[in-house]
């Protein structure tokens, strides 16, 4: 998995968290946290781009 692959699966799947839980950055974080859990394409394409800022809010 390329970078820009990886970079595109975690992009939608956070898009996908934004529709559900709006700027709810907070709950957007759970959530791409839970998914990543579940969906094994997921995490690998997280674990490729690494956990950057845009994704985590929490310190």
């Not at 699966?9 to 839980?21: G, P, S």
């Not at 950055?25 to 800022?53: C, N, W």
């Amino acid at each position: 998995m390329t970078y820009d692959e990886a970079l595109k699966i975690a992009q939608l799947a956070c898009d996908e968290a934004m529709r559900l839980h709006g700027q709810d950055v907070a709950k957007v974080y759970e959530e791409m946290r839970l998914r990543e859990r579940q969906d094994p394409q997921l995490e690998r394409a997280m674990s490729v781009i690494g956990h950057v800022t845009e994704f985590s809010t929490r310190h």
